[in-house]
C-alpha cells in the first residue's frame, strides 16, 4: 500500500495543480489545523476548544452549523474527514473542499 498524498493547502493555486493522485482519489490528504485554517479563511468563527478539538461555527441565514474539529497535525482519517464535510455538519462536500483550497491558495 502506498503512503496518503499529504499536500499544503495553501500552496496549490488551483484544481488543476493537485497531483493526478489526488484528483482521482476519494479526498485530498489534510491536517486538522490545515482544514481550520481553510474553513477560518472561509469566514468560519472558531468556538470553544476542547481536549478533543475545536468547534466551528458559521451562520447561513436562520440556520447555524456547527461542527468539531480534531487538531490532528498528521492527516485525519477518510471517514472522519467525510462526516466534517457532509450536509450535517460544515455542508461542503468534496468539491465544496477543492474549491475552498482553490479560494484560498
Request: overall charge positive; aromatic content about 4%; hydrophobic content about 35%.
Amino acid at each position: 500500500m502506498t503512503p496518503p498524498l499529504t499536500l499544503n493547502p495553501l500552496s496549490i493555486r488551483s484544481i488543476a495543480d493537485l497531483p493526478l493522485e489526488l484528483k482521482r482519489s476519494k479526498l485530498p490528504c489534510l491536517s486538522g489545523t490545515e482544514l481550520i485554517k481553510l474553513l477560518k479563511a472561509d469566514d468560519w468563527q472558531e468556538g470553544r476548544y476542547a481536549t478533543h478539538g475545536r468547534t466551528m461555527t458559521k451562520r447561513f441565514g436562520e440556520r447555524t452549523r456547527v461542527t468539531f474539529i480534531p487538531p490532528k497535525r498528521g492527516s485525519l482519517p477518510e471517514g472522519t474527514l467525510m462526516a466534517i464535510l457532509s450536509d450535517k455538519q460544515t455542508g461542503l462536500g468534496k468539491n465544496g473542499l477543492l474549491e475552498l483550497i482553490d479560494k484560498f491558495s
